[in-house]
């Protein structure tokens, strides 16, 4: 496959992988997982290819495998691992099959794509589907690009045709019939592979009857002050997806809602497995699965 032209800066890296940047730089000097280029300045860039690597290292080591054993891998290798570990996912259901699905989007088929997602929506609801069978097939889109089995164009592809499938439920979404809830805030701090997620995530609480605060977008932290002066909320939910959440983000967001007097904060797609200690005020979602769930605690 042809690598793009993009060139991308070790934060880029960073906020693509969840690895934070001092690690990708230790792995750099300790197992040459990566061979920047240097600017004249001395800064690091790196290409779609080395970027795609690091996507599969940081899959691979969030599955279990060290560091040390990965360095070990050539990159047919590095692929096979990877679409080995994928691949486990793939049996939950033995009618749904992603390889199949994915044809029609390799074509750039959108009536056909939509066609063969459609049964697993009418029979389960769109929570569900997308859940064990929307949310999977992204992620499995998106190794497929990092292996390079999927172009960039037909990955952007699936996750756009993914993304006004959830649109369109939002928007046929029926008025409220119970009383008006409490006005939560959204705000995606993390890179645009996960928005599908956080528009998931909107469907979910105004289906609920929640008011949603949905910029769309990728805001700083520093935004929510600003946001809660325009329109108080209740509620804030954060995409923590790739986002450098150590202990000290968490304690960063508790402080803003108890400074603010929210009731919960919710920080979705946690990329590591959540600190032991968790403030009160924080609520830690790994998957959509987790997300509804956590709804049901606001109060």
């Known amino acids: ?30 197992y040459r997982i990566l061979e920047p280029d240097r600017t004249d300045s001395n800064i690091r860039t790196y290409n779609e290819a080395e970027l795609k690597k690091i996507l599969n290292v940081a899959y691979l080591n969030r599955n ?10 050539n ?22 099959q992603p390889g199949k699905i994915l044809m029609s989007a390799i074509r750039f088929d959108e009536k056909q794509f939509k066609e ?60 409220y019939n119970g009383n008006t809830k409490p006005v939560v805030a ?33 805001l700083p932290a520093s935004e929510v002050t600003e946001m809660h002066k325009i329109k108080p909320f209740t509620f804030l939910v954060v995409n923590s997806g790739a986002f450098d959440f150590a202990r000290k983000k968490i304690g960063y967001f508790s402080s803003i809602g108890k400074s603010l007097l929210l009731r919960k904060i919710i920080l979705t797609d946690y990329p590591e497995p959540a600190e032991k200690k968790i403030p009160d005020n924080i609520l830690i979602t790994k998957t959509p699965a987790d997300f509804v769930k956590a709804v049901s605690l606001l109060k």
């Open 116 to 175: 063969a997602l459609s049964p697993f929506i009418m029979r389960q609801g769109i929570e569900k589907a997308y859940a064990d069978y929307l949310q999977p097939l992204l992620l499995k889109s998106r190794i497929l690009w990092q292996t390079g089995s999927l172009s960039r164009a037909q990955e952007q592809f699936i996750r756009n045709t993914i993304r006004q499938i959830i649109i369109i439920e939002d928007d046929g979404l029926r008025p």
């Open 186 to 218: 959204m705000i995606n701090t993390s890179d645009n592979l996960t928005d599908n997620n956080f528009l998931f995530y909107k469907y979910v609480l105004r289906k609920r009857g929640f008011d949603v605060i949905f910029t769309g977008g990728i």
């Open 1 to 30: 496959m042809e690598e793009g032209l993009n060139v991308f800066s070790i934060r880029d890296l960073e906020n693509f992988s969840g690895i934070k940047a001092h690690t990708i730089r230790i792995w750099e000097k300790r």
């Open 64 to 73: 279990g495998v060290k560091i040390s054993k990965i360095a070990l891998l």
């Open 75 to 96: 990159e047919d290798e590095l692929t096979q691992k990877v679409m080995a570990i994928s691949g486990r996912q793939d049996d939950h259901d033995r009618n749904f």
